[in-house]
């Protein structure tokens, strides 16, 4: 990933209703959610989340897709995973092996930050 596109994951979440909706996104799994479960869930209106998700489709954090009547947004995995691998691809000092895995599961933010260096 170069740069200038890992800046622009970054702006994108620097926000905190797009960061909400993204989290919200990777857990509701490749099948996506509609716009409007979104906006349900997120607690905003469908305008200002139209802004929202076009800022994260902009990035290439998400994806959107037309099913019937419905555009269902979910996240762009692998987009993700280049994004957490920009921050660590220089971790400890090239030593990999001391970095652990990037996705921690269910383990305390402490220890997933222990585990990063």
């Not at 857990?27 to 076009?54: D, I, M, Q, Y």
Request: proline letters at 3%; a positive charge; charged letters at 25%.
């Amino acid at each position: 990933m170069k740069q200038s596109q890992a800046l622009l994951g970054f702006a994108a979440l620097s926000q905190d209703t797009r960061l909400e909706i993204l989290r919200l996104l990777v857990r509701a799994g490749p099948e996506g959610l509609a716009a409007g479960v979104v906006a349900e869930e997120v607690g905003t209106s469908p305008s200002n989340l139209s802004f929202h998700l076009k800022e994260l489709e902009r990035a290439g954090l998400i994806s959107a897709r037309r099913e019937a009547r419905s555009i269902l947004y979910s996240a762009d995995y692998a987009s993700l995973r280049e994004l957490v691998q920009f921050l660590t691809e220089d971790c400890c000092a090239g030593r990999r092996e001391v970095c652990g895995p990037t996705a921690a599961g269910k383990a305390s933010r402490k220890s997933r930050t222990a585990a990063m260096c």
